[in-house]
Antibody, heavy 121, light 113 residues
Framework: EVQLVESGGGLVQPGGSLRLSCAAS????????MSWVRQAPGKGLEWVAN????????YYVDSVKGRFTISRDNARNSLYLQMNGLRDEDTALYYC??????????????WGQGTMVTVSS | DIVMTQSPDSLAVSLGERATINCKSS????????????LAWYQQKPGQPPKLLIY???TRESGVPDRFSGSGSGTDFTLTITSLQAEDVAVYYC?????????FGPGTKVDIK
């Protein structure tokens, strides 16, 4: 079964850090671009970052540039999001998503269940 | 950035009737070199992650019922649910993947009348 399972969320104070993980299974992880997408409570979806199959290209939404870093370990079939300098507005459910077809610009065809990040003092 | 808008914000449709959701992009998401429209539709039910319904504006994802269809031009798109079923109650989002930052519409909530 194709599956993505996120972990690492939690409660953190403003200015703090968290590292999210996403474990992939059921498909050849190393052949897909991967993404992080977040959803603030009761709000819509916001794309956060993308990473190429070999990690050589990464793209971010402006609001997280310089604070968040996307990375991957193909040997461990895992995707990561290092979040530093967290702000109240980063509070959201963070989804790991597969970019379909192995291309950089296609739809997100597989989603995890998400991991909740709460930034609060 | 490409801004995505959707209308209406919400709609209530009787079981078996048609639901139509509109999505507009602030600039064309039609890539001329391959004539593909970089537009997807997702369905999100309460407490669940989004589910891909339609990609390339009109291609149905595997396993998606054929009552869901997508259409549109370079900037104006439509998701149609013919014969609405109870399990279609959800929020529907359009998304452009033409350029980063990939952006989503604000969502349209579909309920049963």
């Amino acid at each position: 079964e194709v599956q993505l399972v996120e972990s690492g969320g939690g409660l953190v104070q403003p200015g703090g850090s968290l590292r999210l993980s996403c474990a992939a299974s059921g498909f050849t992880f190393s052949t897909y671009w991967m993404s992080w997408v977040r959803q603030a409570p009761g709000k819509g979806l916001e794309w956060v970052a993308n990473i190429k199959q070999d990690g050589s290209e990464k793209y971010y939404v402006d609001s997280v540039k310089g604070r968040f870093t996307i990375s991957r370990d193909n040997a461990r079939n895992s995707l990561y999001l290092q979040m530093n300098g967290l702000r109240d507005e980063d509070t959201a459910l963070y989804y790991c998503a597969r970019v379909s077809g192995g291309w950089s610009r296609t739809a997100f065809d597989i989603w995890g269940q998400g991991t909740m990040v709460t930034v609060s003092s | 950035d490409i801004v995505m808008t959707q209308s209406p914000d919400s709609l209530a449709v009787s079981l078996g009737e048609r639901a139509t959701i509109n999505c507009k992009s602030s600039q064309s998401v039609l890539y001329s070199s391959n004539n593909k429209k970089y537009l997807a539709w997702y369905q999100q039910k309460p407490g669940q992650p989004p589910k891909l319904l339609i990609y390339w504006a009109s291609t149905r994802e595997s396993g998606v019922p054929d009552r869901f269809s997508g259409s549109g031009s370079g900037t104006d798109f439509t998701l149609t649910i013919t014969s609405l079923q109870a399990e279609d109650v959800a929020v529907y989002y359009c998304q452009q993947y033409y350029s980063t930052p990939f952006t989503f519409g604000p969502g349209t909530k579909v309920d049963i009348k």
